[in-house]
């Protein structure tokens, strides 16, 4: 822009160059350049107001491998025609068209720029179509788009910014029941017998010594001052099924010598498998990872519940994860664990057992914790008193196949 209107003062001294030697042909020709500058920079001024841009999503979440429809949508809503009007479209291109090759490159690994070209008359609105395929987890942020336009003589050009950001939710696959190979009876501990799990705040019925699990919200005051030791009530149980998945993201036993993609993919997937499993059984389904999701730092915990909504809830979160380690696995079991519901299910979803995770589960089971251990890694766990474990080591298909 600053090359272009330096050529104005240069056309005003040429302008009164011509009217003081009296040259017409000059004067005219500045007139002319001057005044084509003038509407050029009124033009670019306002190319871009009335301009919206949206997009329509048939589906914002889904699947790998299901596809979607979109639809960009521009209008122009002024006098104002526009010669020419260019959108970029920031996208990923595991959530991109089917036809890769309609992005344009960007500097940024995995991802491109869904890019159209428009011409729009006054009050005009244009469309175009794109069919899109979900190939990878993740949640995928898109936009703001990036609006390019400028005046009809090419002088000048005019970028804005439109948002908002919207967001594409690619969940886990979820993998045959067949390869977790649950029993088929009692999959996830005590679901035939109905057994009355939780407690029922409003039905308080005597107190108890205090235990490590226990949060000092239910400590009793007057009854901790009558024995000099800390009590906490007890409260009525009241009827449910709850299972609590408890998934570890390392997949090494030392957590900072790096990530196993394959591996960590394959731990998410049968996390998914679970809590669907668990939402079709009748259970109220939590899950706890000491991962954490996209531009966070904190591990995340979504508590049991059985609303419509809950294995929505339960998938997207899963489908966030990164691999990021926020704690140990066994120091966060220990941390988390007296926040779940007593009486829940924890099934604890591991590629590495170490010892020092057997023995954080053998801690939870003399508090009465009903625990079953998946275990992914090569060996099989260690028996652990009282505790299922299960051994469902992790194949590489790329690597057999190689």
């Not at 994860?321 to 779940?340: D, G, M």
């Not at 508090?367 to 194949?395: A, D, K, M, N, Y």
Request: charged residues 25%; positive net charge; hydrophobic residues 40%.
């Amino acid at each position: 822009m600053y090359q272009r209107n330096r050529w104005l003062p240069i056309l005003a001294f040429v302008l009164l160059l011509g009217i003081l030697l009296r040259l017409d042909l000059l004067v005219a020709l500045s007139t002319a350049l001057l005044v084509v500058l003038g509407v050029a920079t009124w033009w670019r001024k306002h190319a871009l107001d009335g301009v919206t841009y949206r997009r329509k999503l048939h589906y914002h979440r889904g699947f790998p491998e299901e596809s979607t429809k979109l639809q960009i949508e521009v209008e122009n809503r002024k006098l104002l025609p526009l010669s020419w009007l260019r959108s970029q479209d920031p996208w990923a291109r595991a959530v991109g068209p089917e036809d890769d090759e309609v992005m344009a490159p960007s500097h940024i690994p995995d991802k491109g720029f869904l890019t159209n070209v428009f011409s729009l008359r006054w009050f005009e609105r244009a469309r175009r179509n794109y069919a899109l395929r979900f190939r990878k987890r993740g949640i995928y942020p898109v936009g703001p788009v990036r609006l390019d336009s400028g005046d009809l003589f090419g002088f000048y050009e005019l970028t804005k910014e439109q948002g908002p950001v919207e967001y594409i939710t690619v969940f886990p696959s979820l993998l045959p029941l067949k390869d977790i190979d649950l029993p088929a009876e009692d999959p996830f501990g005590d679901h035939k017998s109905r057994r009355r799990l939780f407690e029922d705040p409003n039905r308080p019925m005597g107190v108890r010594e205090y235990r490590p699990e226990d949060s000092f919200r239910r400590v009793h005051w007057p009854a901790t001052a009558r024995t000099g030791q800390l009590q906490v009530k007890v409260y009525q149980p009241t009827s449910g099924q709850v299972m609590v998945v408890c998934l570890n993201v390392a997949t090494f036993a030392r957590h900072w010598e790096g990530v196993y993609p394959a591996l960590l993919e394959h731990l998410v997937k049968m996390a998914a498998t679970l809590v669907n499993q668990g939402v079709d059984e009748g259970y109220k389904v939590g899950l706890i990872a000491n991962g954490c999701l996209a531009h966070a730092d904190q591990p995340f915990r979504i508590p049991p519940g059985r609303s419509p909504q809950q294995l929505a809830k339960l998938l997207e979160a899963l489908a966030g994860v990164t691999p990021v380690v926020t704690a140990p696995f066994e120091r966060f079991l220990l941390r988390e664990a007296p926040k779940v519901p007593f009486g829940a299910t924890l099934v604890v979803l591991t590629a590495v057992t170490t010892p020092e995770l057997a023995q954080a589960l053998l801690q939870l089971k003399r508090h009465e914790r009903r625990i079953t251990l998946i275990s992914l890694s090569p060996e099989p766990p260690p028996q652990i008193p009282g505790i299922r474990c299960l051994h469902r080591p992790f194949v590489d298909m790329e690597i057999e196949a190689a």
